[in-house]
């Protein structure tokens, strides 16, 4: 599988870029899975629903399953969070794997970037980000720079890069 990230800091358009991308290449034929990291406790179950009961009680692993989707939630309980390359194993092949967050680990990533939100650019200090999204004209030595919202333009170079 290719892998592509997006990385970039809160509120800068990482999760409205990798939601045009997954449209933009699925429109392409290709299969697309993404894998997103949160930095915060999450939950996809409720409290009173069946699966949140069987966790609570002490069930390691709760696969929820319709006839419209499936989910797998593993509790880590003791365990420390998986890393990158373990959670890839974990999904079914596709043409392409997009990833939001993930910024230190080594895959070859797109940072999106607002000027608005005056965070410093991550390719400034990390050589695996290939290329800028941003509304602003952020620039990091030999990486190119699109307009944050250009889908397209941002597509053909992932493509390009990972020969898609």
Do not use: C
């Not at 989707?69 to 998986?82: K, Q, Y």
């Not at 952020?138 to 720079?145: H, I, Q, S």
């Amino acid at each position: 599988m290719k892998l592509w990230g997006v990385v970039g800091w809160k509120n800068t358009g990482k999760t409205g870029l990798m939601e045009r991308l997954v449209t933009e290449f699925s429109g392409r034929g290709l299969r697309v899975s993404t894998l997103k990291h949160a930095h915060h406790s999450f939950d996809i179950d409720h409290a009173g629903k069946d699966s949140h009961r069987h966790r609570v009680a002490g069930a390691t692993e709760v696969l929820l399953a319709s006839r419209n989707r499936w989910a797998l939630m593993h509790e880590l309980r003791d365990e420390s969070e998986p890393a990158l390359d373990e959670l890839l194993t974990k999904l079914t092949p596709v043409d392409l794997v997009l990833i939001e967050g993930y910024k230190r680990d080594r895959h070859p990533k797109v940072e999106a970037h607002r000027g608005a939100v005056k965070s410093p650019l991550i390719a400034l200090e990390d050589r695996t980000v290939k290329a800028i999204a941003s509304d602003s004209s952020a620039t990091a030595e030999g990486r190119p720079t699109f307009d944050l919202n250009d889908t397209v333009a941002i597509a053909d170079f992932i493509a390009r890069e990972l020969d898609l």
